[in-house]
């Protein structure tokens, strides 16, 4: 599987960006979990949002509940995230991952996913 996100750029803090993650290769699109997680520079990567595909579940890191949304459209093998209301702390590169099955236990572990994207930039300035 591979990953191409893209749809990041410069917003200004309150401002909207939906990000997009294609997918392409020998699989199913519908059989992978997706997630996004994004690295803030000189800190760790993580979790943003997940969705499994098998369960219908989705989960959220609670910095952007209520402010992002996952989804998912398996027709166009794309998975979306729209980011609203968007903070000077939401500045990060953001990557898009998918899990090897459409369900993964943890969604907000980075060890469930095998297949990651290449990341795109947001950044939101005050």
């Known amino acids: 599987v591979q990953l191409q996100a893209f749809g990041g750029g410069l917003v200004q803090a309150g401002g909207s960006l939906r990000l997009s993650c294609a997918a392409s290769?020998?699989?199913?699109?519908?059989?992978?979990?997706m997630g996004w997680f994004r690295q803030a520079p000189g800190k760790e990567r993580e979790f943003v949002a997940g969705?499994?595909?098998?369960?219908?579940?989705?989960e959220y890191a609670d910095s952007v509940k209520g402010r992002f949304t996952i989804s998912r459209d398996n027709a166009k093998n794309t998975v979306y995230l729209q980011m609203n209301s968007l903070k000077p702390e939401d500045t990060a590169v953001y990557y898009c991952?998918?899990?090897?099955?459409?369900?993964?236990?943890?969604?907000?572990?980075?060890?469930?996913?095998?297949?990651w994207g290449q990341g795109t930039e947001v950044t939101v300035s005050s």
């Open positions: 969705i499994n595909w098998s369960d219908g579940r989705i």
């Open positions: 290769g020998r699989t199913t699109f519908s059989s992978h979990a």
């Open positions: 991952a998918a899990g090897a099955v459409g369900y993964v236990p943890r969604l907000v572990s980075e060890h469930e996913y095998d297949y």
